[in-house]
């Protein structure tokens, strides 16, 4: 694997875990900022958002930044498939930038699509979801710069609020070995202001190690 697909592909795994096919509900904003460190340079911040739009349309932002490279893009979601029934699916298109200090900085061009729907468990409620995500870099050569991960996720809420999360990780870039890695966490609900999220990401496969994180999240 190449040095620069070694520095890019952290960012990969940096997606958050409140991604889903779910509409923010209009005027609602959501935020987060998540470390993960496994000591010295291998660390991974993230940042991400989400407002609502309209009642259905959900503007986001989703950054990530390593100690050698960063990214970031804004994003429209909008559901489809709307019907009664418990699935929901749901597309997004974005637009941002992506680069380090050797190469400049370069267009990034995001698709995707999520599918996800609530479940009923013995001990309380939660999700399931899957986020589907193709990643463009570089104009004029997207062939040689495209980035598809694939995330899957089941969520618990306990009565207090606070969230148990699962989550697989994959991403793979043309011409470079795939990344899998097992993320549990734990969100601890204080305030809607408040939220504190600690967790740890494991490799499955490919070259990475494993890293702890931490973040704050915060909606109002």
Same mark, same amino acid.
């Given at each position: 694997?190449?040095?620069?697909?070694?520095?890019?592909?952290?960012?990969?795994?940096?997606?958050?875990? #409140?991604?889903?096919?779910?509409?923010?509900?209009?005027? +609602?904003? %959501?935020?987060?900022?998540?470390?993960?460190?496994?000591?010295?340079?291998?660390?991974?911040?993230?940042?991400?958002?989400?407002?609502?739009?309209? @009642?259905?349309?959900?503007?986001?932002?989703?950054?990530?930044?390593?100690?050698?490279?960063?990214?970031?893009?804004?994003?429209?979601?909008?559901?489809?498939? @709307?019907?009664?029934?418990?699935?929901?699916?749901?597309?997004?298109?974005?637009?941002?930038?992506?680069?380090?200090?050797?190469?400049?900085?370069?267009?990034?061009?995001?698709?995707?699509?999520?599918?996800?729907?609530?479940?009923?468990?013995?001990?309380?409620?939660?999700?399931?979801?899957?986020?589907?995500?193709?990643? %463009?870099?570089?104009?004029?050569?997207?062939?040689?710069?495209?980035?598809?991960?694939?995330?899957?996720?089941?969520?618990?809420?306990?009565?207090?609020?606070?969230?148990?999360?699962?989550?697989? +990780?994959?991403?793979?870039?043309?011409? #470079?070995?795939?990344?899998?890695? %097992?993320?549990?966490?734990?969100?601890?609900?204080?305030?809607?202001?408040? #939220?504190?999220?600690?967790?740890?990401?494991?490799?499955?496969?490919?070259?990475?190690?494993?890293?702890?994180?931490?973040?704050?999240?915060? #909606? %109002?």
């Amino acid at each position: 694997m190449t040095r620069l697909g070694l520095l890019l592909l952290p960012l990969l795994l940096a997606a958050p875990v #409140q991604a889903g096919p779910w509409p923010q509900p209009d005027g +609602q904003v %959501f935020v987060s900022g998540t470390v993960e460190h496994a000591g010295g340079d291998d660390w991974v911040g993230t940042g991400y958002g989400e407002y609502g739009l309209t @009642q259905n349309i959900t503007l986001g932002f989703d950054s990530s930044v390593t100690a050698f490279v960063g990214e970031g893009y804004v994003f429209l979601r909008y559901p489809i498939l @709307q019907s009664d029934g418990p699935n929901r699916f749901a597309v997004l298109g974005g637009v941002g930038a992506s680069g380090n200090l050797e190469r400049g900085v370069q267009p990034l061009w995001v698709i995707g699509a999520s599918w996800g729907r609530g479940l009923q468990y013995p001990f309380g409620n939660g999700w399931a979801a899957v986020d589907a995500s193709i990643r %463009f870099r570089e104009e004029n050569s997207f062939a040689s710069t495209r980035l598809t991960k694939l995330d899957a996720t089941i969520g618990w809420q306990r009565d207090n609020r606070d969230l148990a999360i699962l989550q697989i +990780q994959t991403s793979e870039e043309r011409g #470079q070995d795939a990344l899998i890695k %097992f993320a549990p966490s734990y969100v601890w609900h204080f305030t809607d202001w408040f #939220q504190l999220e600690t967790g740890v990401t494991v490799p499955l496969a490919g070259d990475d190690v494993a890293k702890v994180k931490i973040g704050v999240w915060s #909606q %109002f």
